[in-house]
């Protein structure tokens, strides 16, 4: 799969803008809670791997590229 950058963001992620004016971060975590187990379980494996995701664009596009922003595993 491939991810087109917009322009505004192609130097630098912003991803808490991005989250905060779409306020994705609220849906999908009321997604969490809910009540059938493969919605949970398909939320769970969306956030996984759209950290996944984030870190290798950002580890792509640091000076000497080999930073991890989530190496925790917790969202920046």
């Not at 991005?18 to 939320?43: A, F, M, P, Q």
């Not at 791997?49 to 991890?68: F, M, Y």
């Amino acid at each position: 799969m491939t991810w087109k950058v917009p322009e505004e963001h192609s130097t630098k992620f912003d991803g808490s803008s991005i989250l905060k004016e779409t306020d994705i971060g609220r849906h999908v975590n009321r997604l969490r809670k809910h009540s059938s187990n493969g919605i949970r379980r398909l939320v769970k494996l969306l956030v996984r791997k759209w950290k996944e995701i984030v870190d290798e664009w950002v580890r792509l596009n640091q000076p000497g590229g080999t930073a991890s922003l989530m190496a925790d595993g917790d969202s920046p």
